[in-house]
């Protein structure tokens, strides 16, 4: 049973998305705003990442994208990371991320 889900996302040296989801409650905090979140939310947040590799790798430059996915379950934790080298369905997660809040993120190219 996954117990939390942490999301960061940063560009250079700006937090662009912060969030933390616990599932058995419903909620999450996203910028330090909380938030309800519906299950079908949650549970297209795990299907997206459910097959990532653990590491994507890092391409150097100051401005691009970096993200860590850390996973806890009662019997382990887990971790995804990637800086400017992003899983194809990337921009799914972040488009979930961006309803929560409703930002509008559509001009990110992976």
């Known amino acids: 049973m996954i117990k939390t889900i942490e999301i960061l996302v940063t560009e ?5 998305y912060n969030l933390l989801i616990i599932p058995t ?3 999450c905090f996203l910028n330090e705003k909380k938030y309800s979140i519906s299950k079908e939310k ?3 947040i795990i299907k997206i990442i459910s097959l990532w590799s653990k590491e994507y790798g890092t391409k150097s430059g100051i401005d691009l994208q970096e993200f860590q996915i850390t996973i806890t379950t009662s019997q382990e934790i887990d971790k995804i990371h990637g800086k400017g080298i992003y899983p194809n369905n990337y921009k799914q997660l972040l488009d979930i991320i961006g309803d929560i809040n409703g930002q509008n993120i559509k001009n990110f190219k992976c």
Do not use: F, V
């Open 25 to 27: 409650q419903n909620i």
């Open 12 to 16: 250079g040296i700006l937090n662009k």
């Open 42 to 44: 949650i549970n297209n």
